[in-house]
Every structure is written in structure tokens, then in C-alpha cells.
């Protein structure tokens, strides 16, 4: 198809839109063919089924690069805890926490698991995602991870929209193995890891290194036993605290880093060169009430890509609005809307490892979203409001 009499976001490189006014995009299969000026329009693209736009505004599709979307039940007892005074390490070590979702996710059925996580992939469709990254880490046992990632792997059969799966064993400690957390990574994590990989369930691994869950020693033999078996890493790191989480995360050469709310300026030169990604997270930011900000502009001097995400989870960011995040980058974080921009689409794709996407570029995927907008600084300007008024996924409206 011919895309016409439209505007286009190509961020085909970080440092603008890449806006093209009066634009056009030509869609041969799954793949963008060219884009450019309506009047430069090649001529073996203009037999093509044209698709006026009415001078709507066209941008890569949307990323949500870090989710944790399949769970059970919920945590709202919890939120009203904290609002009542109660720390988010507190209610943690009171049993509460990620492993009171783990009780509810252990006793769910994959039918279930999967119902309630499609109600929350379908709120991010609605804004234009057409790719998610999903983890697991709510099972904490063999059984139960193995079923998250089925679950997860069933979203993009049942749905139009990719799926990413990250093993998150490493995310805390059971109550079984309650203060014996190198028993844990040793009995269940690691052989869980194996046997995920074995049964074709995973894209990347993830961990949670913080003082809550696990030092950069266990973190550092759950990335061992990735390297081993050719898969990807990234990191939930300096949350809450500086664990040396970042470096680590660095030292692996990991798709990125996420939260690093307390990361410094050698974390941030570490990330630069390992081409480490930097996932700011703003949902669990804002729930948690934290004041501890990332450090975006030490980000920005040593050019390190900077993602935003959900962190759709049901604890510290109950969010499935993709668009609210941008938002929430800028007003929270003092992001740019086109850092934010890039940071759901170009650098979302490249935190997941993936270079096909996130650009309107000849070659790229022919994701895109065309928005009741005319720029792109709209998309982060607009609070509680969705501007989107068709997606294209695989080339297809």
C-alpha cells in the first residue's frame, strides 16, 4: 500500500523527528519500502493501493520494552498500605510485596493467568503497541515460571501484537527459601532457566538486583549460565539503592538497565560502553512515591539510550498506559517529548535486542501508528487522552 497526505516521524536518526511534512510511505509485505515527500514518491510505488491519511501524523509503532503483565490477582491492600505509611521495602519484608503476588500467580490456572493478562495487553494495543516485552518471576518455583512463560508466549497467538519473553527467576526470594537465597538461585532458578531454554520459552534473562532480593554475586552466576546457553541479559538495577547492579549489567554487555533511579556518573560511562540500554521506569516511580530521580542528564552527556516503559506490574506500577508514560518521563523526569518518543519506539527496539523496528526507514518493519495529531510532541504532551486512529502491524491496517 501507498501511505499519502500524511506527516512522518521517521526518527531515522536520534537527534530530530526526522519530520516530513506533506510525506509519504510505501508498504510492500511486512516491510517498509520508502519513505519521503508525496512528490518524490517512487515511480514502482505508485500503482500501489493508495490510503489517504488526511494529513494525520504517522509514527513507528509503539514498544513497551519492560512489562510484567501475567500475574494474579492484585495488590491494591498494599498500595493503600503504603499510602498509609508503610515503606515499599517494608511491606516487602513482611511477606507482602512481590511475593504475596506469588502466592496468587502459584494457585492460578494458565487460562486464567492468561484472561486477566490479555484485559491488559489489549489497554496497550489500544494505544499503538504493537510489541511487548513479557517476564516472569512471579512463580519463584519450576512449575509456575515455566506456566508465566507459556502464557506470556500465548499473548501473540491470541493477539496482534509480538511478544518478547524474559526469565526473571532472580526476582526474589521464596518464602521455602527465605533467607537462603544462593540455595534458591542454585535448587530453582538456574535448573528453571535451563529448562525454560530447553522448552524454547525465552528471549532474554533478567534479574532484580537489590537489597530485597539479590547482590551482584547470585546475579553474576544467573548471568553465567545465560551466557552459556547464547541468551541476551538485562537488569533491574540501582532501584531503590546502589548495589553495583549497572556495572554489572555493563560488565555482561545487557540489552539495558532498568529503573536506575540511583545509577552515577561511572554507571552511566560503564552503560555508554557496553551500548547498555537505560530503561527509566516513571509508573513505579510515581506509585512508590520515591524522590530519587534517574539521572537523565548524565545520561544525555555520555550518550546513553535512554527507553521508557510501563513496568505494567501489580505492585509498584499498576500502568498500562504507554502514552501516560511519555508523559510521565517528561513532567516526572524532565525527559524531552522526543527523548520520550525514542524511548517507546527506537531505543525501546534496541533494549530488546531488535534492530528491524522502531524507525520508518527502508527495510524496517511496517509497524506504524497513525495518530489524530499534527507532531509528535503531542503524544507526550496529552494527559489521559489517546489520540490513536489506526495501527498498522505487519504491514497491515
Same mark, same amino acid.
Given at each position: 500500500?501507498?501511505?499519502?497526505?500524511?506527516?512522518?516521524?521517521?526518527? !531515522?536518526?536520534?537527534?530530530?523527528?526526522?519530520?516530513?511534512?506533506?510525506?509519504?510511505?510505501?508498504?510492500?509485505?511486512?516491510?517498509?519500502?520508502?519513505?519521503?515527500?508525496?512528490?518524490?514518491? #517512487?515511480?514502482?510505488?505508485?500503482?500501489?493501493?493508495?490510503?489517504?491519511?488526511?494529513?494525520?501524523?504517522?509514527?513507528?509503532?509503539?514498544?513497551?520494552?519492560?512489562?510484567?503483565?501475567?500475574?494474579?490477582?492484585?495488590?491494591?491492600?498494599?498500595?493503600?498500605?503504603?499510602?498509609?505509611?508503610?515503606?515499599?521495602?517494608?511491606?516487602?519484608?513482611? *511477606? *507482602?510485596?512481590?511475593?504475596?503476588?506469588?502466592?496468587?500467580?502459584?494457585?492460578?490456572?494458565?487460562?486464567?493467568?492468561?484472561?486477566?493478562?490479555?484485559? /491488559?495487553?489489549?489497554?496497550?494495543?489500544?494505544?499503538?503497541?504493537?510489541?511487548?516485552? &513479557?517476564?516472569?518471576?512471579?512463580?519463584?518455583?519450576?512449575? @509456575?515460571?515455566? $506456566?508465566?512463560?507459556?502464557?506470556?508466549?500465548?499473548? !501473540?497467538?491470541?493477539?496482534?501484537?509480538?511478544?518478547?519473553?524474559?526469565?526473571?527467576?532472580?526476582?526474589?526470594?521464596?518464602?521455602?527459601?527465605?533467607?537462603?537465597?544462593?540455595?534458591?538461585?542454585?535448587?530453582?532458578?538456574? #535448573?528453571?532457566? /535451563?529448562?525454560?531454554?530447553?522448552?524454547?520459552?525465552?528471549?532474554?534473562?533478567?534479574?532484580?538486583?537489590?537489597?530485597?532480593?539479590?547482590? @551482584?554475586?547470585?546475579?553474576?552466576? &544467573?548471568?553465567?549460565?545465560?551466557?552459556?546457553?547464547?541468551?541476551?541479559? $538485562?537488569?533491574?538495577?540501582?532501584?531503590?539503592?546502589?548495589?553495583?547492579?549497572?556495572?554489572? %549489567?555493563?560488565?555482561?554487555?545487557?540489552?539495558?538497565?532498568?529503573? &536506575?533511579?540511583? %545509577?552515577?556518573?561511572?554507571?552511566? /560511562?560503564?552503560?555508554?560502553?557496553?551500548?547498555?540500554?537505560?530503561?527509566?521506569? #516513571?509508573?513505579?516511580?510515581?506509585?512508590?512515591?520515591? @524522590?530519587?530521580? #534517574?539521572?537523565?542528564?548524565?545520561?544525555?552527556?555520555?550518550?546513553?539510550?535512554?527507553?521508557?516503559?510501563?513496568?505494567?506490574?501489580?505492585?509498584?506500577?499498576?500502568?498500562?498506559?504507554?502514552?501516560?508514560?511519555?508523559?510521565?518521563?517528561?513532567?516526572?523526569?524532565?525527559?524531552?517529548?522526543?527523548?520520550?518518543?525514542?524511548?517507546?519506539?527506537?531505543?525501546?527496539?534496541?533494549?530488546?535486542?531488535?534492530?528491524?523496528?522502531?524507525?520508518?526507514?527502508?527495510?524496517?518493519?511496517?509497524?506504524?501508528?497513525?495518530?489524530?495529531?499534527?507532531?509528535?510532541?503531542?503524544?507526550?504532551?496529552?494527559? *489521559?487522552?489517546?489520540?490513536?486512529?489506526?495501527?498498522?502491524? $505487519?504491514?497491515?491496517?
Amino acid at each position: 500500500m501507498l501511505l499519502t497526505n500524511i506527516q512522518v516521524a521517521t526518527l !531515522a536518526d536520534n537527534q530530530s523527528y526526522g519530520l516530513i511534512e506533506h510525506g509519504a510511505i510505501a508498504i510492500q509485505g511486512t516491510q517498509v519500502a520508502w519513505a519521503g515527500p508525496a512528490d518524490a514518491v #517512487p515511480r514502482a510505488y505508485r500503482s500501489e493501493p493508495v490510503h489517504d491519511l488526511g494529513g494525520r501524523l504517522v509514527t513507528p509503532a509503539l514498544i513497551d520494552c519492560h512489562t510484567h503483565v501475567v500475574f494474579g490477582g492484585n495488590r491494591a491492600a498494599e498500595f493503600e498500605l503504603r499510602l498509609n505509611g508503610a515503606s515499599y521495602e517494608e511491606v516487602a519484608r513482611a *511477606g *507482602g510485596g512481590i511475593l504475596s503476588t506469588v502466592t496468587a500467580t502459584r494457585q492460578a490456572s494458565e487460562a486464567a493467568l492468561l484472561r486477566d493478562a490479555l484485559g /491488559r495487553v489489549d489497554a496497550l494495543i489500544a494505544e499503538g503497541v504493537t510489541l511487548l516485552e &513479557v517476564k516472569s518471576g512471579y512463580g519463584l518455583d519450576r512449575a @509456575t515460571e515455566l $506456566k508465566m512463560l507459556r502464557v506470556a508466549r500465548q499473548i !501473540a497467538h491470541v493477539r496482534p501484537v509480538d511478544v518478547r519473553t524474559s526469565f526473571l527467576g532472580a526476582h526474589a526470594i521464596p518464602p521455602e527459601y527465605m533467607g537462603k537465597p544462593d540455595a534458591y538461585i542454585d535448587d530453582v532458578c538456574i #535448573p528453571t532457566l /535451563r529448562a525454560a531454554h530447553a522448552q524454547g520459552l525465552l528471549d532474554a534473562v533478567d534479574g532484580f538486583c537489590e537489597g530485597i532480593a539479590f547482590d @551482584t554475586g547470585q546475579i553474576a552466576r &544467573v548471568f553465567d549460565v545465560a551466557a552459556e546457553l547464547g541468551l541476551p541479559v $538485562k537488569l533491574h538495577a540501582e532501584q531503590l539503592s546502589h548495589m553495583g547492579g549497572t556495572q554489572l %549489567a555493563a560488565r555482561y554487555g545487557a540489552l539495558s538497565a532498568d529503573h &536506575v533511579e540511583y %545509577a552515577t556518573d561511572d554507571d552511566a /560511562r560503564a552503560l555508554a560502553v557496553s551500548a547498555t540500554v537505560a530503561v527509566v521506569l #516513571p509508573g513505579a516511580f510515581y506509585t512508590l512515591r520515591e @524522590t530519587q530521580s #534517574p539521572p537523565i542528564q548524565t545520561f544525555r552527556t555520555h550518550d546513553v539510550p535512554m527507553a521508557l516503559a510501563t513496568d505494567c506490574n501489580p505492585g509498584s506500577s499498576p500502568l498500562t498506559s504507554l502514552l501516560l508514560t511519555m508523559n510521565m518521563g517528561c513532567t516526572l523526569f524532565r525527559m524531552t517529548p522526543l527523548e520520550a518518543l525514542l524511548g517507546v519506539t527506537a531505543h525501546a527496539a534496541t533494549a530488546l535486542g531488535l534492530t528491524d523496528r522502531g524507525r520508518i526507514i527502508a527495510g524496517s518493519r511496517a509497524d506504524l501508528c497513525i495518530w489524530d495529531a499534527a507532531h509528535p510532541a503531542e503524544l507526550a504532551y496529552r494527559i *489521559g487522552f489517546n489520540p490513536l486512529h489506526r495501527r498498522i502491524f $505487519k504491514g497491515t491496517l
